[in-house]
């Protein structure tokens, strides 16, 4: 489905195009002829400010054409080069935070038209332990971001005991998988994050995420445990809820393969979110295709305090930079 944003971004800058390509080409020609004439009739005796009244540009017009430049750079930059998404949730904590503006590298993976975001030129694939943006598989009208864990042909594996994962490279459905990745963890320590919980107003409970010193406690909080992952080459910290167990019989189940075991086929991504006990990822809806990615997320260039669904209450300038 067609990006509501990206086709009226595109239609606008079509149209004043056309009006800035009108001016330039027919109607600014026909002005400065009849400014000519006027200035002849006069022996040259007309200012520039008479000449103007003697030929003079819609109001209408000089606007469309004049925002045309603008719409044009704001188009291929947002379309080809990069856009700005913000972090909703917390499923990618401690990496990312609600109330994180991040720069999304649109080229990454392919330059797309920016309406249907086919692939026009290819011009490089994830990487296993990408940030990436992409469209939500069951509602591609949502934007998702995860963590790449499965390149196509990985056999994917999770513990939800031991909250791990266990990949084993460029597996042949059906048949047996090469050697393991080294997925390799840190020992788990307290985190700096107190989730609580709470209900309002009778409704389904609700989350909050905050950063609270290690000797503190907050009511009605559980403090979230951390290590680092090494995916391969790829080291980044992961939070996890120490009460929170997932249930194998709503994870994602692969025809053929065991719950909790999937072998990711070609054209296709396995996501995970970093804040793994608080995250909707294809453990539980499956694979992203190709054609859905957006782009690798690479910088944070601005972040506001705050929770989901929240005003902000503060800046945080000490996260702006490029994400780790």
């Known amino acids: 489905m067609a990006n509501m944003f990206a086709l009226i971004l595109v239609?606008?800058?079509l149209g004043t195009g056309i009006l800035w390509c009108l001016d330039?080409?027919?109607?600014?020609?026909?002005?400065r002829e009849r400014q000519a004439a006027a200035q002849a009739a006069s022996g040259g005796e007309l200012d520039t400010k008479t000449l103007k009244k003697v030929g003079p540009k819609p109001g209408w017009l000089e606007t469309g054409a004049?925002?045309?430049?603008?719409?044009a750079i704001v188009l291929i930059v947002r379309s080809f080069i990069y856009e700005p998404f913000q972090i909703p949730s917390g499923s990618m904590m401690p990496t990312l935070l609600i109330g994180d503006f991040i720069l999304v590298e649109k080229f990454a993976y392919g330059i797309k038209d920016p309406i249907y975001q086919k692939t026009l030129i290819e011009t490089g694939h994830p990487k296993r332990g990408d940030i990436a943006v992409f469209k939500y598989p069951e509602d591609p009208r949502l934007d998702y971001i995860k963590r790449v864990v499965g390149?196509?042909?990985?056999?994917?594996?999770?513990?939800?005991?031991?909250?791990?994962?266990?990949?084993?490279?460029?597996?042949?459905?059906?048949?047996?998988?090469g050697s393991a990745l080294p997925?390799?963890?840190?020992?788990?320590?307290?985190?700096?994050?107190?989730?609580?919980?709470?209900?309002?107003?009778?409704?389904?409970?609700?989350?909050?995420?905050?950063?609270?010193?290690k000797n503190e406690s907050r009511e009605g909080g559980i403090r979230l445990t951390?290590?680092?992952?090494?995916?391969?080459?790829?080291?980044?910290?992961?939070?996890?809820?120490?009460?929170?167990?997932?249930?194998?019989?709503?994870?994602?189940?692969?025809?053929?393969?065991?719950?909790?075991?999937?072998?990711?086929?070609p054209g296709h991504y396995f996501m995970m979110g970093?804040?793994?006990?608080?995250?909707?990822?294809?453990?539980?809806?499956?694979?992203?295709?190709?054609?859905?990615?957006?782009?690798?997320?690479?910088?944070?260039?601005?972040s506001f305090e705050k929770q989901e669904g929240e005003w902000p209450t503060g800046v945080r300038l000490s996260r702006i930079g490029g994400i780790h």
């Open 151 to 177: 390149l196509p042909g990985d056999k994917v594996s999770y513990d939800p005991v031991a909250k791990q994962v266990t990949i084993e490279p460029n597996c042949s459905s059906g048949q047996a998988c």
């Open 66 to 71: 004049s925002i045309f430049p603008v719409l």
């Open 183 to 213: 997925v390799t963890y840190s020992n788990v320590e307290p985190g700096d994050f107190v989730q609580t919980f709470s209900r309002r107003n009778g409704g389904e409970a609700s989350s909050g995420f905050f950063n609270v010193p």
């Open 226 to 265: 951390e290590r680092k992952e090494t995916l391969g080459d790829v080291t980044h910290r992961i939070l996890m809820v120490p009460i929170a167990q997932d249930q194998l019989g709503i994870y994602f189940q692969q025809p053929g393969q065991q719950l909790g075991s999937w072998i990711v086929p």
């Open 24 to 31: 330039k080409f027919v109607f600014a020609p026909k002005r």
């Open 11 to 13: 239609i606008a800058t």
């Open 274 to 302: 970093d804040n793994r006990d608080n995250s909707a990822d294809s453990r539980y809806w499956g694979f992203v295709p190709e054609e859905n990615l957006v782009g690798k997320a690479t910088a944070i260039w601005m």
